[in-house]
């Protein structure tokens, strides 16, 4: 079992030095019990809220005195010491209208979320898992604590969060847990945009988001219902051995675990349904599908409040996912133009996990798309210019030869295009002699 942080030690020592209980909580425990590194490392204790204030002093900030918790700086970081508490009743699905404090360890853990995340370990490392969460966790089952349907009726993001250990951990969710989570999937409508943002990004990059998908699908469906024609759609094309959520899903499944490419791996296809057509042949097509594709993941992105960067590359590489780029260095260089190098790598696995969610006879572009990636590696070895500030000459030097206002700019984007296209070599002289002239 990973230890316990020497910061985190000696919070929990002084609390029982004061005579209060102390327990490491929560995810931590999981965390240490499944040999990850926690995050962060939570502690509960027996001690109020003005108690634990006492102990601490000036390493004590009042963050949530209201429900028990206390921030205390140690030497790891800060560290949320809450007291064991039970909530009140939840009437807007997501925090307790009041909580009160308990005497009682298991009944703090009893208010949990997932038995997984109800277990607490103290200095001795003595194991407190009154909800079977040690055992839950060897046979890889994600389980709610109590009555799942309250569980997440109290707290709708919990199926988000439900999802997202499932994704993350590779737990299969016990099955009155699943059932609990598809009857009360509409309650994540009420759940603020920015949290559902959040917790979907994590999930999105588990090892496991596939699975966590696919099994919950509705549940996605919730807050964004534009993934429902996707569900079971035929694409009737000797390319595709999937439905087009199935696709997508397993492109995701082939993309490094990076947020924007995960995220337009699974959207990327979104508009395949609502562009469907049949040749004389009886085969499907889905011309324009790649515009209607970024408009959608436009508005879902816009809709959970995703920042402008974010939600540009990622309806960018969906722009991008169906162009072919020409295996020669001038097109590998239009393209950098446009990308740049980071951009052009993710539209590149993004281009890569397309072709490795098709059928498997046609997942051939492999070798194309290593070619590309190979040139793009030698462009780059090679300094090659592909932007503005690798030109030889600025605007100072267009400025010296006479030019003023907007031709400056325009002129540098033609001798950029100029050089990209390799009509002119990247060198301050002929750059120059080609504006004289021009």
């Not at 005497?103 to 200095?123: G, P």
């Not at 890889?140 to 799942?148: A, E, Q, S, W």
């Not at 024609?229 to 490094?256: E, G, K």
């Not at 194309?368 to 300094?383: C, H, M, N, V, Y």
Request: net charge negative; aromatic share 6%.
């Amino acid at each position: 079992m990973l230890a316990i942080p020497e910061g985190v030690r000696v919070l929990l020592e002084r609390l029982e030095a004061a005579g209060y209980e102390a327990w490491c909580v929560g995810g931590c425990v999981r965390d240490a019990l499944l040999g990850r590194t926690p995050e962060d490392w939570d502690v509960t204790t027996s001690a109020l809220p003005e108690e634990t204030m006492a102990v601490f002093g000036d390493q004590a900030l009042p963050t949530g005195l209201k429900h028990g918790t206390v921030t205390v700086k140690t030497g790891d970081g800060p560290v949320e010491v809450t007291t064991y508490r039970l909530d009140g009743a939840y009437r807007d699905h997501r925090r307790p209208e009041s909580v009160a404090f308990t005497a009682s360890l298991e009944e703090d853990l009893a208010r949990r979320d997932f038995t997984v995340n109800a277990m607490a370990l103290d200095l001795r490392r003595e194991l407190r898992d009154p909800f079977g969460g040690r055992a839950d966790l060897a046979r890889g089952l994600l389980r709610c604590v109590g009555d799942p349907d309250r569980r997440f009726q109290e707290d709708a993001l919990r199926i988000l969060r439900g999802m997202r250990f499932s994704a993350v951990l590779g737990l299969e969710m016990e099955a009155g847990t699943s059932a609990a989570l598809a009857r009360n999937r509409e309650l994540l409508r009420k759940i603020a945009p920015e949290r559902i943002q959040a917790e979907l990004l994590k999930l999105l990059c588990g090892q496991h988001a596939k699975e966590a998908l696919d099994g919950h699908v509705l549940a996605v469906a919730a807050f964004w219902p534009e993934v429902l024609p996707m569900v079971r759609f035929d694409q009737r094309n000797i390319h595709h051995c999937y439905d087009v959520w199935n696709h997508s899903t397993a492109a995701l499944a082939s993309t490094p675990p990076v947020p924007e490419l995960r995220c337009a791996a699974l959207l990327h296809d979104i508009g395949k349904p609502s562009t469907f057509t049949l040749d004389e042949r009886g085969v499907g097509h889905f011309y324009g599908h790649a515009p209607v594709s970024v408009e959608l993941a436009d508005g879902m992105l816009r809709r959970l409040r995703f920042p402008n960067e974010f939600r540009e590359r990622v309806t960018r590489l969906i722009a991008w996912h169906d162009r072919d780029i020409p295996r020669t260095d001038k097109g590998v260089r239009r393209v950098l133009r446009l990308l740049g190098e980071e951009e052009l790598r993710l539209l590149l696995a993004l281009k890569r996990a397309d072709n490795l969610a098709q059928a498997p006879a046609y997942r051939g572009r492999q070798q194309e798309i290593a070619r590309g990636e190979a040139i793009l590696d030698r462009l780059l070895a090679e300094d090659a210019c592909f932007s503005l500030k690798q030109l030889a000459v600025n605007g100072n030097d267009l400025k010296a030869l006479g030019l003023r206002g907007p031709a400056v700019g325009r002129t540098l984007e033609a001798l950029l295009n100029k050089v990209v296209d390799g009509e002119l070599p990247n060198e301050r002289e002929a750059l120059l002699e080609f504006v004289t002239e021009s």
